[in-house]
């Protein structure tokens, strides 16, 4: 029986996209793909996700690509700029959900230097009742850790929980860790998912 359900953040319940400061930065869609996709990478971003910080991941980076130093330390000193609002209709979601007495929580990959600027920004945070922000605790989805991490915190069972993630890889590590996992899609798609699933709103 379903008694929690866990969140991701960016791409689930807040629109976070680099492309919001990168497009505008160069004026084309097209060269923002190939700096995020050759400079300022998945790859490097998890890293701070993970608990480095900004300052040694962005020196570090441009000493690489010295051509790129402004845009690289964009990426920290304009982080601001990648947000958005929060994704339609996840708010209202949440909120009947927490009335239908359900735990609800949250498991992202952020970084604490970034995290501590949005945390009170969005109202639909506040509706979580606990979360694990990557971060903070020096490890990142999908390691089977970090959901044992938010298992163990909040003394939740596993068995008990639904993950919800952007992210096929995400999911699969909660699926790993003993939970159920569910492909986030919108918030309509997940509605139809909830009720497929036996939860009640």
């Keep these: 029986m379903v008694k929690n359900i866990v969140f991701d953040f960016g791409g689930v319940l807040v629109d976070w996209n680099p492309h919001y400061l990168y497009d505008r930065h160069f004026g084309s869609r097209e060269k923002a793909d190939w700096f995020l996709e050759n400079i300022c990478t998945g790859r490097w971003n998890i890293q701070m996700d993970g608990g480095k910080p900004f300052a040694e991941g962005c020196a570090e980076l441009s000493a690489e690509y010295p051509e790129w130093r402004k845009e690289i330390y964009m990426f920290f000193d304009r982080w601001i700029e990648m947000m958005a609002d929060e994704i339609p209709g996840m708010r209202e979601l949440?909120?009947?959900?927490?009335?239908?007495?359900?735990?609800?929580?949250?498991?992202?990959?952020?970084?604490?230097?970034?995290?501590?600027?949005?945390?009170?920004?969005?109202?639909?945070?506040?509706?979580?009742?606990?979360?694990?922000?990557?971060?903070?605790?020096?490890?990142?989805?999908?390691?089977?850790?970090?959901?044992?991490?938010?298992?163990?915190?909040?003394?939740?069972?596993?068995?008990?929980?639904?993950?919800?993630?952007?992210?096929?890889?995400?999911?699969?590590?909660?699926?790993?860790?003993?939970?159920?996992?569910?492909?986030?899609?919108?918030?309509?798609?997940?509605?139809?998912?909830?009720?497929?699933?036996?939860?009640?709103?």
């Excluded at 969005?122 to 979360?131: K, P, Q």
């Excluded at 044992?148 to 096929?168: H, M, P, S, T, W």
């Excluded at 939970?179 to 798609?189: D, M």
Aim: with cysteine; charged share 25%.
């Design 94 to 201: 949440l909120g009947e959900l927490k009335a239908a007495g359900y735990g609800l929580y949250g498991l992202t990959n952020w970084s604490a230097e970034t995290f501590c600027q949005v945390r009170d920004r969005y109202e639909v945070f506040s509706l979580l009742d606990g979360m694990v922000v990557s971060g903070e605790e020096h490890i990142v989805k999908p390691d089977e850790a970090i959901f044992k991490r938010l298992l163990d915190r909040y003394g939740l069972n596993a068995a008990e929980c639904i993950f919800v993630d952007d992210l096929q890889r995400n999911v699969d590590g909660a699926i790993q860790a003993g939970l159920q996992g569910l492909l986030f899609r919108g918030a309509e798609s997940l509605r139809k998912d909830f009720t497929r699933l036996g939860i009640c709103i």
